[in-house]
Antibody, heavy 118, light 107 residues
Framework: EVQLVESGGGLVQPKGSLKLSCAAS????????MNWVRQAPGKGLKWVAR??????????YYADSVKDRFTISRDDSQSMLFLQMNNLKTEDTAMYYC?????????WGQGTLVTVSA | DIVMTQSQKFMSTSVGDRVSVTCKAS??????VAWYQQKPGQSPKALIY???YRYNGVPDRFTGSGSGTDFTLTISNVQSEDLAEYFC?????????FGAGTKLELK
């Protein structure tokens, strides 16, 4: 059974940092591209970042709104996905989902909530 | 950025009806479109990829169609468990973008 379990969310002050983690199981993690997608309370879905597999040189892509502030990374030996978030802004408040990509976003975790507030 | 427009924020339906949710891309995305279902308090679930292919386990009452800029998700014989919000997404160009969502409600 495919499982994606996010952790690391919480309350942080503006300009602070947070690192999200996603533990994957039930599939061959290293062969898949992985993404982070966020959803502000009561709002729609926004893609945040993508990291490809080793065979694609771990290429990374970011939404403009998080470029130079967020870093996506992965540890294939541990089947883990990460999102390092720096210089957080109030508009980064959202549920953050770890998402496996097979053509499109084939499987989603349950999410971890990040709240940026003074 | 490619804008995905779901013009109907809400749609009313009855159990057993057929309903179509539409999505329009601001430029040609070929067939690189997916559809997702999200119920309150849950994470999204993938339904359709490449505009018209169902993911494993998705009931065949869900049908996707379209190419270029116009796409449709049709639900035949709507069931009560289908009452949810539906999002389209394009993955033809970065940034990957979603529609604003269409909520399917009971009449």
């Amino acid at each position: 059974e495919v499982q994606l379990v996010e952790s690391g969310g919480g309350l942080v002050q503006p300009k602070g940092s947070l690192k999200l983690s996603c533990a994957a199981s039930g599939f061959t993690f290293h062969t898949y591209a992985m993404n982070w997608v966020r959803q502000a309370p009561g709002k729609g879905l926004k893609w945040v970042a993508r990291i490809r597999s080793k065979s694609n040189n771990y290429a990374t892509y970011y939404a403009d709104s998080v470029k130079d502030r967020f870093t996506i990374s992965r540890d294939d030996s541990q089947s883990m996905l990460f999102l390092q978030m720096n210089n957080l802004k109030t508009e980064d408040t959202a549920m953050y989902y770890c998402v496996r990509q097979m053509i499109s976003f084939s499987y989603w975790g349950q999410g971890t909530l990040v709240t940026v507030s003074a | 950025d490619i804008v995905m427009t779901q013009s109907q924020k809400f749609m009313s339906t009855s159990v057993g009806d057929r309903v179509s949710v539409t999505c329009k891309a601001s430029q040609n995305v070929i067939t690189n479109v997916a559809w997702y279902q999200q119920k309150p308090g849950q994470s999204p679930k993938a339904l359709i990829y490449s505009a018209s292919y169902r993911y494993n386990g998705v009931p065949d009452r869900f049908t996707g169609s379209g190419s270029g800029t116009d796409f449709t998700l049709t639900i035949s014989n709507v069931q009560s468990e289908d009452l949810a919000e539906y999002f389209c997404q394009q993955y033809n160009n970065y940034p990957l973008t979603f529609g604003a969502g269409t909520k399917l409600e009971l009449k």
